[in-house]
């Protein structure tokens, strides 16, 4: 495969009539590696944020070897793709079906819960297996986070003793887990889960084996500029420490978004201009869902390199006849851009390729690879200082 040095190589090479996924495998693998060296347990990859059997691989190369899966399809993928791989079946709502499939055909032995009916649910789909390693996910706040994920998912606090200890029953292996919502911006909200986790456990009296953090984990966007990971790393490892657990727990974590945003970014043509809104030839039902859909400002550049100087806002309309295909930004380019011009849309490795459609006919392009630096780093050294380690739980 080829490599091309950067989005204006492609764009010279190609002039592409539709949208180019832009592959950066290094700024993947160096954000894997920061996880397994740093992160003081062990790292799952949440593989809906971007499914790419050439991420997967390139995750695995650098040590991630546990795969946190939401479906049975990406059960599927994952077991094709990389063979030795451990999977976790971390949805808390799965068909029968699927559990058995995972647990039979595919070695799965890790399922995530959040109800007494799931639990019988796993107990019967795997013939009362006396292997099965389950962890009850308990709900937690997501006021820290840009999207937060506290409303669909995880038993109130005043039900998990209960569910743990009938959990703890019929599991050889026993972990708690919680999801602090997308894009965390402060460690503290590790702090607020974990108090939560240490009152399930004292309710519960039962022993637990592993503590699962899940995801949150932040990347860097306009207008969102997070504290270091090393920070986030840090209050978590110290109040894991102090939870009431065995001695010999284990401490896990599902960073998506933290490990795959660098792996993409988009190309996209200027097809028309009608003041400062941008008809580009990608949007809603394609890479930018989350621009249309939760207002995510993305980084972007202009590749012509006879734009310049003063700067000026704009809105974007994707392809389709659709008049909620519209990203409101604001997206800051030049203000001479021009229909016919391209666009670069950085930090779309998470949840922007796994997103794309085939609405009204769009959605299709190329994927190459290029081999400079993303638009945005936490991982380049740019950012970097020395971890904070003085957060404290204030109440």
Known sequence: MHIHPNAPAVVRTFAPDEPVILNRPHAAARAARFFVEKFPGKTL???K?????DLLKVLWG????????ASIAEVRLVRA???EATLCFMHPVKTARAIREAYFDHGVRTFSLDTHEELAKIVEATDHAADLRLCVRIRVS???AELSLASKFGCD???AGDLLQASRQVADWLGLCFHVGSQAMSPFAYVQALDRVRAAIADASVVIDMVDVGGGFPSVYPG???PPLEDYFAIINRHFDALPIAYNAELWCEPGRALCAEYNSLIVKVEKRRGNELYINDGAYGALYDAAHVGWRFPVRCLNADRGGDEATFTFYGPTCDDADFMEGPFTLPADIAAGDFVEIGMLGAYGAAMRTAFNGFGQGEAVEVSDEPMASLYDGSRQRPARDNVVSLR
């Not at 650098?62 to 899966?69: A, L």
């Open 45 to 47: 990859y949440a593989v």
């Open 49 to 53: 944020a971007n499914p790419s059997p």
């Open 81 to 83: 793709t990389l063979p």
């Open 62 to 69: 650098e040590g991630v070897t546990h795969f946190d899966v």
């Open 224 to 226: 969102m500029e997070p």
């Open 142 to 144: 997501s006021e820290y």
């Open 157 to 159: 606090l005043a039900e």
